[in-house]
């Protein structure tokens, strides 16, 4: 079983579309974490929810709305895409506190705008 | 959060001890140093963690210095599945903790 799952794992669009991500973890981590990877290969947090509370919001367009219905799944939609969206896009869970065993990544979902 | 800085590329034989280095001089008392990884084309995967003893676990060992301002992530035994981009980061415990990411050290291993 995959621990943390996104889907999905490529994700080409056009300009001005709006697209979701999903993520699912089955840890049992309250802690969930939205992180973005671009061209640089720089990973920066955008968003945490810690049971389904968000905590973390870092300084990321309007555009970027997270949704956490339960707390284990944090999806992230995207309106209005613009090219400097295209990027990875990592999930992400942990225990609160997060010296406890770490956080745990999903594989990724690669965005690409054209 | 506090910075660290880490070569940027090292190279190791494989089946041969590597150490990889990171400098954190202006930790504060309460900040854990983590190591994480990234492989190729994979998210960031868990490696150690610690706050002022050393630690082993079954990937590394992590030795830290007694004035905790610098650390070393040992990896016993290089393979060739252990090339990847290691990045050491320090984080609180808290409600608002994170993980911020830096460059790391792209690790090579050769035959």
């Known amino acids: 079983d995959t621990a943390v799952s996104q889907t999905p794992k490529y994700l080409v669009t056009q300009m001005g579309n709006d697209k979701s991500i999903k993520c699912e973890q089955n840890?049992?981590?309250?802690?969930m974490y939205w992180y973005k990877q671009d061209s640089k290969k720089f990973l920066k947090i955008m968003f945490s929810y810690n049971n389904k509370e968000l905590i973390i919001n870092e300084t990321v367009p309007n555009r970027f709305s997270p949704k956490s219905p339960d707390k284990a799944h944090l999806n992230l939609h995207i309106n209005s895409l613009e090219l400097g969206d295209s990027a990875v896009y990592f999930c992400?869970?942990?225990?609160?506190?997060?010296?406890?065993?770490?956080?745990?990544f999903g594989s990724g979902t690669r965005l690409t705008v054209v | 959060d506090a910075k660290t800085t880490q070569p940027n590329s090292m190279e190791s034989n494989e089946e041969e001890p590597v150490h990889l280095p990171c400098n954190h001089s202006?930790?504060?008392?309460?900040?854990?140093i983590h190591w994480y990884r990234q492989l190729p084309s994979q998210g960031p995967e868990y490696v150690i963690h610690g706050l002022t003893s050393n630690v082993n676990n079954r990937m590394a060992s992590l030795a830290i210095a007694e004035d905790r301002k610098s650390s070393t992530l040992i990896l016993h035994r290089a393979t060739l599945r252990d090339a990847a981009v290691y990045y050491c980061i320090l984080s609180e415990t808290g409600t608002a903790s994170k993980l911020t990411f830096g460059t790391g050290t792209r690790l090579q291993v050769t035959l």
């Open positions: 840890l049992g981590h309250d802690t």
């Open positions: 202006t930790i504060s008392g309460t900040d854990y």
């Open positions: 992400a869970s942990s225990h609160r506190g997060q010296g406890v065993g770490g956080y745990t």
